[in-house]
């Protein structure tokens, strides 16, 4: 499955190259052009209809960074993107997209004083482990400054529907949007698929995307939070996993625009796509950034609910994936009759 | 004109954000005889252009219009020689009088990352319709508690004392008048110098170094030396703007970093051993290894900065202007940042001008193309 | 004053429009200015732009203000037929317990929370909405989850030429652009309005507003906080327009402000001055950085308690803006 192939690859932000080449080599027979552009967008286009959508999903994920090697052989890492110093110390990561082993160790709880054990560990204070025993070691292995990390989560499925793995924030979108562009073509439409950059780090690629396509509409194809566990606040919870794709109220980073918003609704109702809405109106996504390119371009989110993003090991239901990719077909025929078209 | 002499030039002109005319005016006349064009563009950036051998490019066409390519193929970059633009912001951080009190005392607010920790007492200058020296007013330790003087005066309770009547006061200085810590430029040890605002005349004087060494080296592409507006306050409108004039192949954020000294270890680098060059999403990293390989070539040293997210340089706004721009960053160390009292090391700056010039001299299409299209493994 | 400037601003502000969903609030600006310009459109962002064609090669002047209003949306319904709010813009939870809102499609609602919840607890997870459902399904029927609602209540003058209403910020500087439009006259210059959307969620419509349109400088007409109300607030009605030198995230463009300032000076027209520290509100920095580069000033009116249902602004400030704005552009060479 395309999504554990997504899912295992590594690309932080800035360094989204094997989600790149695994999505160009999963794609290349099904389009009918694919170029990159100056910030590492991999972009594509099938059709040549009348009117453009851009489908959008980013490549990277959140992570690390090497930022210091220190004389004894440890790495200290820096963050890339937004991550909870609660869900990192304990993990093993991979250190380059040449997955060299390491561990993120913390001092044994036995020598930790009793304010020590009640305090979060900061990442400041949290070193990778290579079994280094110098610098000198270290740099052998090729390891330099600004390196990715990753955590290291091989995918599985904990049955038959639901499975785990790592970033799938946004990996799940990349599933979604690859899925679209393997299947039909719509004639009615210039079809661009946006596999974006450094979104996790403020939404950047999608910006130079949408400017350069410059198309009649942007759908941003996300996976979101879902928080719906035992004693969070029904407020807190996002959205459901397993109760399919979530479309966006609104966030951060921008108000949907209504016309989208409504031509995605009415494509789940009509066609008894089970959705939900994302119950929270904070985060950002690309089709924000999106928005404001050029005079404006109308744009929405749907999303793939996971539980545990932004952590090492989320989760998700194919159903909801399956229904994200159902979604957006039947919304893709409605966007061919021409509304958008400027 | 030495390094040192253009860079106490270049800092005894006053500057805070949103009133960086005089620099932009300073920047074009002393850099006249290094570029082929300059201008003064509508928010108040500075735009030099050193044309590359056999180029025909002007200033006259800026902002460049909407390109009309349909995108869906690579290899299709528009005609003309490839643009190189360095850009160092000329704007710098300072205060901004909020309202005269009775007795002409001044309230101020500061405009971009003031150090709160130093203002008080500290000596500043109210740039009204003269300039008008100033002291930010304290209360003596005597009727001070020890509690008081462990805490630290918010800036809206701190007020600038000019010495003069009210009256006068008021005829000098209007509301929005900018504060700045007093010009003072002072030569240290070993080709060290410091004062106020080297963030980023360091940087500014960096793009300087860089026009003489293109006087003498051959290069095809044009460069654009650009001196930012807005960078240390209100979301980079300068470098984005130039950059969606100029519209560059290349942009290099020309900016400082933090210096090692006692208590600042981490995350800083050394004085005088060269410029740092970034990696991280806002660097391209096709860019950063050219960068690396250059310094190398020329023995230039230099550190890897590791900047995982926001760079805090006008490259994170350059980065996303248009289409994408193939971006880097260079950084000259400086300790004591957003003080009057920072201090670098012209050999770093120096070693980064080099390095800038280098690199346009390097620089060619089949590059360009490369960085479009470098993103496979 | 004349007389359309109320009335025009009576029906502004009755008219439901918050951020995103400006569309009833577009059709009327464009209704109400089509007689005083050239050419009418909306952008794709949903900007209305209205402009008054100059000579070929005239300069272009963008007037700006956005056309929404904060509001809230209804993001869950409780089984007791409860709707649950998330804000969009600048409410505060506090401000709205009692008030009665209007949904989209004229349902009216009441905000409400659990009775002795204390306003330091007060956020919108502790509000709902109530329109008198007895279920989740009764109340999803009349408001659907992504719809919004704006507070109701409309406009009342109040002695000495204050008016009082919701939605003051930013229905007052859509009227001020009218009167500038209807009574401008001949002047050197190509002025193009702006009415864009989503002013009130940060810097949204202008960038996109200002792409489209290409200007050499920018005029946003927008609102400050007025005393009292606010121990940083720095103007205060009836004492003019005010001249926002610096916010939270924007710096004025220097030159064109010192040009303002110079107009009001000669025309003998009030204009105080704000400079704040931390509030940041509206599209001026999102236009100064668009399509290479614009010179922004922002103007805007003192408002007293914004963000609340009892807004309250001064007729005279209306006017004075109105008026300055007209004199700025006659000198627009």
């Known amino acids: 499955m395309l999504l554990e192939k997504l899912s295992n690859a590594c690309g932080v932000s800035g360094w989204e190259d094997e989600v790149r080449d695994l999505l160009r080599r999963e794609l290349q027979r099904h389009v009918d052009a694919i170029w990159t552009d100056p910030l590492g967008n991999l972009l594509v286009r099938k059709g040549s209809g009348p009117v453009k959508v851009m489908l959008d999903a980013h490549m990277d994920e959140v992570g690390f960074c090497v930022g210091a090697i220190t004389p004894e052989g440890y790495l200290k890492l820096k963050k890339i993107g937004g991550l909870d110093d609660r869900v990192l110390p304990g993990r093993e990561v991979w250190v380059t997209q040449r997955r060299i082993p390491g561990v993120l160790g913390v001092k044994a709880w036995h020598l930790c004083s009793s304010e020590e054990r009640r305090k979060v560990i900061p990442l400041s204070e949290m070193y990778v482990d290579l079994g280094c025993r110098s610098r000198a070691e270290v740099e052998a292995l090729g390891i330099e400054l600004g390196d990715p990390v990753y955590f290291a989560t091989t995918f599985e499925y904990f049955s038959d529907r639901v499975v785990k793995g790592k970033a799938f924030d946004d990996r799940a979108g990349c599933a979604v949007l690859a899925a679209v562009l393997q299947g039909e073509a719509y004639p009615g439409l210039t079809l661009y698929g946006a596999f974006t950059v450094q979104e996790e780090v403020g939404l950047r690629g999608a910006q130079a995307a949408a400017y350069q396509l410059n198309p009649d509409l942007v759908v941003a194809l996300e996976g979101t939070g879902s928080a719906a566990g035992p004693g969070v606040d029904p407020a807190d919870t996002i959205t459901n996993m397993g109760e399919g794709p979530a479309i966006s109220l609104m966030d951060a980073s921008g108000i949907p625009n209504r016309k989208v918003f409504e031509l995605l609704v009415a494509a789940a109702r009509e066609n008894g796509i089970r959705h939900q809405f994302r119950r929270f109106t904070g985060g950002g996504t690309d089709a924000g950034a999106a928005a404001l390119q050029r005079a404006g371009i109308p744009a929405c989110t749907v999303s793939v609910p996971c539980r545990y993003i932004h952590t090492g090991a989320a989760l998700l239901h194919l159903d909801d994936l399956e229904g994200a990719v159902a979604l957006i077909r039947h919304f893709l025929r409605k966007v061919e009759k021409g509304e958008f078209r400027r | 004109m030495d390094l040192a002499s253009h860079l106490e030039n270049l800092v005894a002109v006053s500057s805070i954000t949103g009133r960086e005319a005089a620099v932009a005016a300073y920047l074009q006349s002393a850099w006249a005889p290094l570029v082929d064009e300059c201008r003064v563009d509508a928010l108040g950036n500075y735009i030099g252009l050193k044309r590359g051998e056999g180029s025909e490019t002007t200033l006259q066409d800026l902002p460049r219009p909407e390109p009309g390519n349909l995108p869906g193929a690579s290899g299709s970059r528009r005609p003309g020689p490839v643009r190189v633009m360095a850009a160092a912001h000329i704007d710098s951080i300072g205060g901004m009088v909020t309202a005269i009190e009775p007795g002409g005392f001044l309230r101020f607010t500061t405009v971009g990352g003031v150090d709160r920790r130093l203002l008080m007492a500290q000596e500043v200058e109210v740039h009204g319709r003269r300039v008008v020296p100033g002291l930010v007013g304290s209360k003596p330790p005597h009727v001070t508690t020890a509690q008081e003087r462990n805490r630290l005066v918010p800036v809206e309770e701190l007020y600038i004392d000019t010495g003069l009547p009210e009256e006068e006061v008021r005829a000098l200085v209007p509301l929005g008048a900018p504060v700045l810590p007093r010009f003072r430029f002072r030569r240290l040890q070993n080709g060290r110098c410091s004062s106020r605002y080297l963030d980023n005349r360091a940087g500014v004087a960096a793009l300087w170094v860089a026009l003489q060494e293109l006087q003498r080296l051959r290069h095809r592409a044009d460069f654009y030396a650009v001196g930012t507006v807005g960078e240390e306050f209100g979301g980079l409108p300068g470098a984005i703007a130039a950059t969606f004039a100029i519209e560059p192949d290349i942009a290099i954020a020309v900016d400082v970093t933090f210096a090692k000294h006692p208590g600042s270890e981490e995350d800083s680098f050394p004085l005088g051993e060269g410029p740092t060059i970034g990696v991280g999403p806002n660097c391209t990293p096709r860019l950063t290894r050219l960068l690396r390989e250059i310094a190398e070539d020329l023995g230039i040293g230099y550190a890897l900065e590791v900047l995982p997210g926001n760079s805090g340089t006008d490259a994170w706004g350059m980065q996303v202007v248009r289409g994408g721009v193939a971006t880097g960053i260079v950084s000259i160390p400086l300790r004591y940042m957003h003080t009057p009292v920072e201090t670098v090391d012209l050999a770093d700056i120096r070693a980064a001008g080099r390095l800038l010039a280098h690199l346009v001299s390097r620089v060619d299409a089949a590059l360009v193309e490369e960085l479009s299209c470098c993103w496979k493994s | 004053m004349n007389n359309t400037l109320p009335e025009r601003l009576q029906r502004l502000v009755s008219l439901w429009g918050p951020a995103g969903r400006e569309h009833r609030v577009a059709g009327a600006l464009e209704e109400m200015i089509r007689s005083f310009v050239d050419e009418v459109r909306t952008d794709p962002f949903g900007n209305l732009i209205a402009v008054r064609r100059g000579a070929p090669g005239s300069r272009r002047v963008m007037l700006a203000a956005h056309m929404d209003t904060a509001g809230a949306l209804a ?167 005010a001249l926002r030198l610096k916010d939270g995230a924007f710096m004025a463009h220097f030159e064109l402000s010192q040009r303002v300032r110079q107009v009001a000076e000669e025309a003998g027209l009030p204009l105080q001055t704000e400079i704040s520290p931390d509030r940041n509100h509206g599209d001026a920095r999102a236009i100064a950085a668009a399509a290479g580069g614009v010179p922004t000033a922002v103007l805007d009116l003192p408002v007293r308690y914004l963000g609340t249902a009892g807004e309250m602004a001064h007729w005279k400030d209306l006017t004075a803006l109105a008026d300055l704005l007209r004199k700025v552009l006659q000198q627009f060479g």
């Open chain 3, 75 to 241: 993001v869950e319904a409780t089984p007791e037929g409860m709707i649950r709010l998330a804000p969009v813009g600048d409410w505060k939870a506090v401000h709205l317990i009692g008030q009665r809102v209007v949904w989209e499609n004229g349902t009216v609602g009441v905000i409400q929370c659990e009775p002795g919840t204390d306003p330091k607890d007060l956020d919108f997870r502790k509000l709902w909405c109530d329109i008198g459902a007895g279920s989740r399904d009764e109340a999803l029927e009349r408001v659907s989850l992504g719809e919004m609602c704006t507070l109701a209540a409309g406009l009342q003058a109040m002695g000495d030429g204050i008016v009082v209403g919701a939605g003051l910020d930013n229905r007052a500087g859509c009227a001020v652009l009218l009167e500038v439009a209807e009574r401008l006259g001949p002047v050197p210059c190509e002025v193009i309005f702006a009415f864009t959307g989503q002013g009130s969620v940060g810097a949204r419509g202008g960038g996109p507003a200002a792409y489209g349109v290409r200007p050499d400088a920018a005029l946003v007409v927008d609102t400050a906080p007025a005393a009292p109300g606010g121990s940083k607030a720095q103007v205060r009605l009836g004492q003019g327009p």
